[in-house]
């Protein structure tokens, strides 16, 4: 890679983009907003970015495979993000408490991506399993502070 722009574009900025995320569902839950009215907020948000997004980037052919996978991933999103919700609105948890924790999904990304989809030989499994033991052990460490 001759460029650092990927990184910042697909892995900085979404990493600030989500963490400022969680600070604004923390303070709709503490505005008193369920996990059903957020998830209708934060959707239609998300549509219309999808809109301006059309009209901005370069056009893609839509397929039903590619529609097909991108509602399953809205809809294993939807489920994460509400469950969240309600564990911030019904129970009142501190967002950093919950961050770390969520935060591990690497881990079944990873996994996931290792075992269906072939990216295993590329993986070097030392700094795998350090990199495991030391983002459950900062999840652990930082979610009990």
Known sequence: MNSLWPIVIGGILPAIFWGVTAIFQKQSAAAATGSAV???AFGT???LAGL???L???PAP???EGLGFAATAGACFAVG???ISFALFAYGVPV???APIWSCNVLVTLAIGALFLGEAAELNL???GAGTLLIISGALLVSSA
């Open 96 to 98: 950093s408490k919950l």
């Open 45 to 47: 948000a998300c549509a």
């Open 52 to 54: 301006v997004a059309a």
């Open 56 to 58: 901005i980037w370069r």
């Open 62 to 64: 839509w397929t039903a």
């Open 81 to 83: 993000t509400g469950l």
């Open 38 to 40: 957020y998830l209708i």
């Open 126 to 128: 030392m700094k795998l």
